[in-house]
C-alpha cells in the first residue's frame, strides 16, 4: 500500500472512530436527561438515531420512543413514511423483540396438530382470557396447523390451578380444547402431578409476553392479540 492510500486509509479510520466517540458521547448525554424523568424503574436499554427528523429511539424493555437530541421532549406514536406508507416503528418492534423459535422449550407446551401441521405458531394463553377464547375458535375452523399452547397463567389466582389439570389429563390438547372452547372443565390433578407453570410463567417474562395470547411464528416475530383467521392466513403466508 502506498503512502496517499495509507494516509487516506488512516484518515478515515480516524473519522470512523471520532463519530463513534461523539455517538456515544450524544448517547449518553440523553440518557442522563432524560431516564430521570420516565420514572425510578425504568431503564433505557439502547439509543439509536435515526434517519429521519433527527429523532433518536429509545428502546425500553420490548417497547420504542423516541427523542430529541437534547432528550428534552418525549414523542410517543408510530413513524410512517409517507412515501410507502410502511410503518417503521412497527418494523422496528417486530425486529427488536424476534426470538429464537427453536429455542423455545416445547416439550412444556401442548401440541395440536391439525392437517399436515406445516404451519407452525407457539402461543401463550391464560386459561381465563376471553381473548384467548376468541382466537381458539379461530384456530379450530383452521387446517394444516401444528400449535405449541404454552399456559401462561397471568389473569387470575386460579388460572394455575386450571392448568394444572389441563396439564396432568390424558389428552392435554383435547383438555385444553374442552376447556377453552366449550367451558368444560377438566378433572382435578393428582397429587403427584406437576406442570410446568412456573417454568412458562419465567419464560413469558423473559420474552416480555405481557398480555394473552401472544402468537409466536417460526421466523421469529410475535403477534400479541386474538386476531382473525384472515389475518392469520396473511401472516402465515409472509414466514419464510
Not at 431516564?35 to 433505557?44: F, M, N, Q, S, T
Not at 389441563?166 to 389428552?171: E, Q
Not at 411464528?217 to 382473525?228: K, L, N, Y
Request: hydrophobic fraction near 40%; charge should be positive.
Amino acid at each position: 500500500m502506498n503512502k496517499p492510500i495509507r494516509f487516506l486509509a488512516s484518515a478515515l479510520l480516524a473519522m470512523v472512530a471520532a463519530t463513534a466517540l461523539a455517538d456515544t458521547a450524544q448517547d449518553a448525554a440523553i440518557k442522563k436527561a432524560i431516564e430521570p424523568r420516565l420514572g425510578e424503574d425504568v431503564k433505557i436499554d439502547s439509543i439509536t438515531k435515526t434517519p429521519y427528523a433527527g429523532l433518536y429511539e429509545l428502546r425500553i424493555g420490548g417497547d420504542i420512543l423516541y427523542t430529541d437530541a437534547k432528550g428534552e421532549y418525549l414523542f410517543v406514536g408510530r413513524v410512517i413514511d409517507t412515501r410507502t406508507m410502511a410503518d417503521q416503528t412497527k418494523a422496528r418492534l417486530d425486529e427488536i423483540n424476534k426470538i429464537k423459535f427453536s429455542d423455545l422449550p416445547l416439550d412444556s407446551a401442548i401440541k395440536t396438530v391439525k392437517g399436515n401441521g406445516k404451519r407452525v405458531i407457539a402461543v401463550f394463553e391464560d386459561p381465563n382470557c376471553g381473548y384467548c377464547k376468541r382466537f381458539r375458535h379461530t384456530l379450530a375452523d383452521m387446517d394444516n396447523v401444528t400449535v405449541y399452547t404454552f399456559m401462561y397463567n397471568i389473569l387470575s389466582p386460579d388460572s394455575a390451578v386450571k392448568s394444572r389439570d389441563i396439564w396432568c389429563s390424558s389428552d392435554r390438547s383435547k383438555a385444553w380444547d374442552e376447556w377453552m372452547l366449550k367451558g368444560k372443565a377438566s378433572a382435578s390433578a393428582p397429587a403427584n402431578c406437576t406442570a410446568p407453570n412456573d417454568k412458562i410463567l419465567a419464560l413469558g417474562q423473559k420474552l416480555k409476553v405481557t398480555g394473552t395470547p401472544t402468537i409466536f411464528f417460526t421466523d421469529g416475530t410475535r403477534i400479541p392479540g386474538a386476531i382473525d383467521a384472515k389475518a392469520l392466513e396473511a401472516k402465515f403466508a409472509s414466514v419464510k
